[in-house]
């Protein structure tokens, strides 16, 4: 979809459909296109037809009173309850709505209605945001009647002398950054014959061809010497392993590193998954697409420090060759680990992962994976657990999440927990001592953190990364979820 800033006056932009918001029974921010179509909405609001509450919409058609062809109202909502999130959210269905009308081209108002404690820039942003992430399509094996197929070809955004440049800004960087959301959802959402290790380390030589950006990607033999975490996983599979490290900024001494975990297919090796959850299991490398999605933008970002994204990346598959419960593993850390069942698998290959970051001597550590079932128990499929032992990082990232409303939430990690982890036979098990879910968001935490001496912060995509229905500007399937926010917490880090 091509984007246009334009310099127009609402009622003077050549569009099929303008969208325009409008707080609960408010019309002072239209009251001149309102008297230009003869009071039309304001009369529409004294009918109660149309009152501005939030997500409501009415659509009227403007007989060359004005030049937009159509207007569709949108309700804002209460006017102090108003926020770039549900900024967002209106994006989307507005554009849904021109979609669905089978438009080619629309033309949008909604940001300028004012946010308290906003700027301009952000408006424009969230829009942009919204709009791109609520039109996505996961279309490409689809061969019947993609003719039928609606698509927006042309989005315009209004803007006035004293915005232009900012606006012009703001939809560059909103553009950038929904459209690395939605290449993680195609990523996600590909199949596991398509989407294996060997994809994802093509994805990273492409990224790669920055010239800021280094690559190390870690085969097989080198793998098996020395990632026994990632190599234990991997040798079920006919798939090779792969370590990729992608490496920004490499001459800046100050360092952040990301480890994201790249299970390309889960079976849940011997320990095998039920059926009704093997279907989603291709999502369990969205920790490594996020990373991907986040190195595709980081050369945008103009940061002055050097950011690594490791990604430890394999199959968990079941066959005479694959790690078995009882196993004995020794990672790159040269701690052991005793395998109690093989569908605890990521926190073995991250183990790996998080042990490497450390020999870069980082700032700061963060890991984000699809670690738990236990997330969605936690919290649902609305906000990611975030546990770690610096609680300065910790409160960084909650604070981005919730600019970008890909919301944290903390969760404990006291000594109790870590006990839960200790073998009686290795250094430590990859499940706890407990049977069944109970705090296993917590022990999955308290065993990563046996592998990392940084400040390091975990991040549970188990209950965010997929979405069970479409909702808002997050479609059914794969929802993108962590790259804004890491942008967002990339830009603000001190």
Known sequence: ??????????????????????????????????????????????????????????????LGKIKPKKLLLIGLGKKKEYDLEKLRKLAAMSAKYAKSMNLKEFSSNLHSSVIKNTTSKERVQALMEGTILGLYQFNKYKTVDTDKIKYIE?????????????TEKAVESGKIL???????????????????????????KEIAKNPNINLKIYEKDEIKKKFGGLYTVGKGSAENPKMIVLD???????????????????????????????????????????????????????LNFRVIGII???????????????????TFSKKTIEVIDTDAEGRLILSDGLSLADTFKPSAVIDIATLTGASIVV??????????????????????????????????????????????????RNISKYEG???GVITAAGFLEAFTESNWAHIDIGGTSWFPRSEDYTPSNATGFGVRLFAEFLKNYK
């Open 178 to 204: 929904a459209e690395a959301q939605n290449y993680v959802r195609d990523l996600v959402n590909g199949p596991a014959s398509e989407i294996t290790p060997t994809y994802l380390a093509s994805e990273a």
């Open 1 to 62: 979809m091509k984007t246009n800033t334009i310099l127009s006056e609402p009622e003077n932009i050549d569009t099929n459909l303008l969208v325009l918001g409008v707080f609960e029974k408010e019309t002072r921010d239209i009251k001149n296109i309102d008297s230009l179509l003869n009071n039309s909405i304001s009369n529409t609001i004294k009918s109660k037809e149309f009152e501005g509450e939030f997500k409501q919409d009415h659509l009227i058609t403007t």
């Open 379 to 428: 919290l649902g499929y609305y906000a990611a657990p975030v546990i770690g032992n610096n609680q300065k990082l910790v409160d960084s990232l909650i604070r981005a999440g919730t600019k970008t409303n890909e919301r944290l939430w903390q969760l404990p990690l006291w000594d109790e927990y870590k006990e839960l982890i200790k073998s009686d036979i290795a250094d430590v």
């Open 312 to 330: 430890p990346t394999c199959e968990n598959m079941p066959s005479g060759t694959a790690m078995r419960p009882g196993d004995i593993i020794t």
């Open 248 to 302: 920004y900024n490499p001459n800046k001494k100050k360092t952040i590193v990301f480890v994201g975990k790249g299970i390309t297919f889960d079976s849940g090796g011997l320990n095998l998954k039920p059926g009704k959850y093997m279907y989603s299991m291709k999502e369990d490398m969205g920790g490594a697409a996020v990373l991907l999605g986040l190195f595709s933008v980081l050369p945008k970002l103009d």
């Open 437 to 439: 879910y109970e705090a």
């Open 154 to 166: 042309l989005f315009n955004i209004l803007t006035d002398k004293n915005h232009q440049k900012e």
